[in-house]
C-alpha cells in the first residue's frame, strides 16, 4: 500500500488514522492518497507522485494550491496577529465585509463573520427567524447544508443526517431535479412544476407564514443538480408572499465558481441574505453570512464567533478576490468551464453510462446510470480507481452515490482541462471493456 508506507511514527498514516479518528472520518480510494504538498493545479503525495487536482479540496482552492500572493498575505499577517475574536475590531475584518458589500447583488451590506459554511448557514436561519418573527424554514430535497444539528436537518438526503432525529420548523420541498422529475416532465415543457410545489409545501405542511427559503443555486453534495434558469424567480417571490427571506447558501458556487461572482446572478434573483465559505479564501478556514441592513438591524444578540473574522482568514480572504480579480479568474472559469463542459458532452456521446452532464462553470457534474437511468454508484466507484492511478483526482456526491463532481482551480488552463478529459476519456473506455454490457446501455 504505497499511499501508507511507515511515515516515521510508529506505523502507516492509514493504520494510525484508523487507531486516531473517528470511523465517520472517511477518506477517497481503496488505497487512500496521503498527500505532501501542493502547486497551482497539482497535488503531490508523499512519494512525489504528481495528481491534477479537479476537486479543489471540495471546491474550496479556488485559485490553486500554495498561491505565492496568498501565502505572502497570511505569513505577513501571522507575524502581526492571528487571532483575537469578534470582541475586537481589526482592519482585515472591516476591509472584507466592505468588499462583500460591494459585489453581492442588491441591498445586502452587512456581514457576520464565522469559521465554516455550516455556522454561516446556521447564523443566516436564527437572523431569518429573528428579522421576520416567524419559525418555519424551507429547504430543498437534495441539498446539503452542513453538519450541525440544525444543518443536518435543513439537508435534504438521509445519508449525510446520521439516522439522528432532526431540529424543528424544517420543511423539505421539491428540488430542481430535471433529469429525475418527480413530476415526469422535461425542462422544455415543465411548467415549473417543481417551484410551484414550493407553494403547495408551505400552505400544507407549515404554519403558513415562514421565516426563510434556504436553497444552494446549485446544489454541491446533491450532485451539482442545476436548476432552469426560471427556478429561483419563482421560488423567491413564492417565498416574500408567505413573509419569507430568501437565503442563497453560496458555500460552493461563490466566488467565481460558475463563471459569475455568484451562483444566483444566473437566476437574476437578489437575495435577502448569503451564505459562503469555501472558496472565498483558498482554503483557509472561513465563513459568512452577508444581509440586508433590515434583515442584520433586527440581529442584535448579544453574540459572538469565537474564531469568525479570524485576521489571518480574513487576510487571505482579500488575497484571494485580489487574485481572481487581477487575474481575470470569473472569466477563465466561464471560458475553461465551457471547454470542460463541451469536452463532456462530446465524451457522453460515445460513453452513455454518462447519462447527464450538467453545471455552470468549472462546476460540472457526470451521473453514471444504466438503462432506465438506474444509478451505477459501482461504475463511479470503477471510474475513481481508474482516474487516480491516471494522475486525476475528481469528487463525487448525490443521493444516490452515482454522480462525479469536477471543479478545478479557477486557474486552471486550456491544457489542464484537455489532460484531464483525456484522462476521463481514457477510464471511460476500460469501463466499458470490462462491462461489454455497458455498450446497450440507452
Known amino acids: 500500500m504505497q499511499e501508507t508506507d511507515s511515515d516515521g511514527h510508529g506505523g502507516t498514516l492509514l493504520s494510525r488514522k484508523e487507531m486516531y479518528l473517528a470511523p465517520g472520518v472517511s477518506t477517497y480510494y481503496i488505497e487512500p492518497i496521503a498527500l505532501d504538498h501542493g502547486e497551482g493545479c497539482y497535488l503531490y503525495d508523499t512519494h512525489n507522485r504528481r495528481y491534477l ?7 474550496t482552492v479556488s485559485v490553486g494550491h500554495a498561491h505565492p500572493v496568498i501565502n505572502a498575505a497570511m505569513i505577513e499577517q501571522i507575524g502581526k496577529l492571528t487571532h483575537v475574536s469578534t470582541l475586537y475590531l481589526h482592519q482585515a475584518m472591516v476591509d472584507l465585509a466592505e468588499r462583500l458589500a460591494g459585489m453581492t447583488p442588491g441591498e445586502l451590506t452587512m456581514s457576520f463573520f ?32 452542513g453538519r450541525s444539528a440544525l444543518a443536518m436537518s435543513l439537508t435534504g438526503q438521509s ?6 432525529p432532526g431540529a424543528g420548523g424544517v420543511t423539505h420541498a421539491m428540488n430542481a431535479y430535471c433529469y429525475r422529475c418527480p413530476f415526469g416532465k422535461t425542462p422544455d415543457h415543465c411548467g415549473l412544476e417543481c417551484a410551484k410545489d414550493m407553494e403547495e409545501t408551505i400552505r400544507t405542511s407549515t404554519s403558513g407564514r415562514i421565516a426563510a427559503v434556504i436553497a444552494e443555486p446549485i446544489q454541491g453534495v446533491g450532485g451539482f443538480i442545476t436548476p432552469p434558469p426560471d427556478y429561483f424567480p419563482e421560488v423567491a417571490r413564492i417565498v416574500r408572499k408567505y413573509g419569507g427571506l430568501f437565503i442563497a447558501d453560496e458555500v460552493q458556487t461563490g466566488f467565481g465558481r460558475t463563471g459569475k461572482w455568484f451562483g444566483i446572478e444566473h437566476y437574476g434573483v437578489e437575495p435577502d441574505m448569503m451564505t459562503f465559505a469555501k472558496g472565498l479564501a483558498n482554503g483557509m478556514p472561513i465563513g459568512a ?27 487571505a480572504a482579500l488575497a484571494t478576490l485580489d487574485v481572481m480579480v487581477d487575474q481575470q479568474l470569473m472569466e477563465n472559469a466561464r471560458v475553461q468551464g465551457q471547454r470542460l463542459r463541451d469536452g463532456l458532452e462530446e465524451l457522453s456521446r460515445q460513453f452513455s453510462v454518462m ?15 444504466r438503462s432506465d437511468k438506474e444509478p451505477a454508484s459501482d461504475l463511479v466507484g470503477e471510474f475513481f480507481e481508474l482516474t487516480k492511478a491516471d494522475g486525476l483526482l475528481v469528487g463525487k456526491g448525490g443521493l444516490y452515490g452515482n454522480t462525479v463532481r469536477i471543479s478545478p482551480p479557477l486557474t486552471v488552463t486550456q491544457g489542464q482541462v484537455k489532460e484531464a478529459l483525456e484522462v476521463i476519456g481514457r477510464a471511460m473506455a476500460k469501463i466499458y471493456e470490462t462491462h461489454p454490457e455497458l455498450r446497450h446501455v440507452s
Not at 487536482?53 to 471546491?59: A, H, K, M, P
Not at 453570512?289 to 485576521?311: D, E, K, L, R
Not at 447527464?356 to 451521473?367: A, H, P, T, Y
Request: net charge negative.
Open 355 to 369: 447519462g447527464d452532464v450538467r453545471g455552470m462553470g468549472l462546476m460540472q457534474g457526470i451521473e453514471f446510470v
Open 114 to 145: 464565522t469559521a465554516s459554511g455550516t455556522e454561516a448557514n446556521e447564523t443566516a436561519i436564527a437572523m431569518a427567524r429573528v428579522a421576520t418573527g416567524a419559525y418555519d424554514v424551507i429547504a430543498l430535497r437534495h441539498s446539503y447544508s
Open 159 to 164: 445519508p449525510w443526517r446520521l439516522g439522528l
Open 53 to 59: 487536482d479537479f476537486f479543489g479540496g471540495i471546491l
Open 289 to 315: 453570512v452577508i444581509a440586508t441592513a433590515a434583515v442584520a438591524g433586527a440581529y442584535q444578540g448579544p453574540t459572538i464567533s469565537t474564531f469568525g473574522g479570524n485576521p489571518v482568514s480574513m487576510r
